[in-house]
């Protein structure tokens, strides 16, 4: 990933934000965001709301017989899906490195 440079203005107010022990959101250095665990109906489903974000995480498993020339072994798959809107280029206040497009918009544009 590129290190995305700040602006003097940006750099100045971080000093700052960081001096006078607060976060960009007024909370203190200890303050903590509220903290609300749901359970869904589903078995290995449950939603965390931190402040205003919201995650859903569903855990799943198979278990299966290990492959008969490596009975101690096994493997172990992990498939994350996560929403375009995780991405930087989606940050409140702030624009990717190519404008409010993602780079794969851009680049299907340029065919």
């Known amino acids: 990933m590129k290190d995305t440079l700040l602006s003097n203005c940006e750099r100045d107010f ?4 960081i001096e006078e022990k607060k976060r960009l959101d007024g909370r203190q250095t200890y303050d903590y965001r509220k ?3 749901t359970f869904g109906t589903d078995y290995g489903c449950c939603y965390v709301d931190l402040g205003k974000t919201r995650v859903m995480a569903q855990v ?9 020339n490596r009975p101690n072994e096994g493997i172990m ?12 280029i989606f940050e409140q206040g702030r624009l990717g490195e190519r404008g409010s497009r ?3 918009m851009d680049a ?3 065919k």
């Not at 971080?14 to 934000?17: C, D, E, F, H, Y």
């Not at 799943?60 to 008969?68: D, I, M, T």
């Open 14 to 17: 971080l000093l700052k934000a």
């Open 108 to 110: 299907a544009e340029d």
């Open 102 to 104: 993602g780079r794969h």
């Open 35 to 37: 903290i609300k665990i």
């Open 60 to 68: 799943s498993c198979e278990l299966v017989a290990p492959k008969e």
């Open 77 to 88: 798959f992990f498939n994350i899906e996560l929403s375009p809107l995780a991405s930087p």
